[in-house]
Nanobody
Framework: QVQLVESGGGLVQAGGSLQLSCSAS????????MAWYRQAPGKEREFVAR????????LYADSVKGRFTISRDFAESKMTLQMSSLKPEETAVYYC????????????????WGQGTQVTVSP
C-alpha cells in the first residue's frame, strides 16, 4: 500500500524559507511523477509544482517560479520542495501527490496523496 508522508511544515516569517519533504513507501513511481499542491483556508486546492521521476523534468505554477524548487531523490524515494521568499498569502496546507502512470502525471491526475503539512507565513 502506497503511503506518502509530508514533513517540514511550520511557521515562518514573510520573506523566509522552508523546505518540505515527501517520503514515499509501498510503491515506486519510476514511470510517473510527483507533485506538490496546496490549499489555503476557504480556497480550492491549487497546483504548486511537479516533477517527473525519470528525468527530473519540472513544472511550476507561475506564482512560485523563481522562488520554489522541486527535486527528487531516487535512493530515498523522497521529494522535496524548497521554498523561499515566502508570502503570507502562501499560508496553506501543502500536499504531496504521486502517480506511477506518466500519462496521468502529464494530465495532473494523481492516485496517491499525503495527509498534508501546514505552512504558516506570518506578516
Amino acid at each position: 500500500q502506497v503511503q506518502l508522508v509530508e514533513s517540514g511544515g511550520g511557521l515562518v516569517q514573510a520573506g523566509g524559507s522552508l523546505q518540505l519533504s515527501c517520503s514515499a513507501s509501498g510503491g515506486t513511481f519510476t514511470n510517473g511523477g510527483m507533485a506538490w499542491y496546496r490549499q489555503a483556508p476557504g480556497k480550492e486546492r491549487e497546483f504548486v509544482a511537479r516533477i517527473r521521476w525519470t528525468d527530473g523534468r519540472t513544472l511550476y505554477a507561475d506564482s512560485v517560479k523563481g522562488r520554489f524548487t522541486i527535486s527528487r531523490d531516487f535512493a530515498e524515494s523522497k521529494m522535496t520542495l524548497q521554498m523561499s521568499s515566502l508570502k503570507p498569502e502562501e499560508t496553506a496546507v501543502y500536499y504531496c501527490a504521486a502517480v506511477s502512470d506518466i500519462r496521468k502525471w502529464l494530465m495532473g491526475q494523481y492516485d496517491y496523496w499525503g495527509q498534508g503539512t501546514q505552512v504558516t507565513v506570518s506578516p
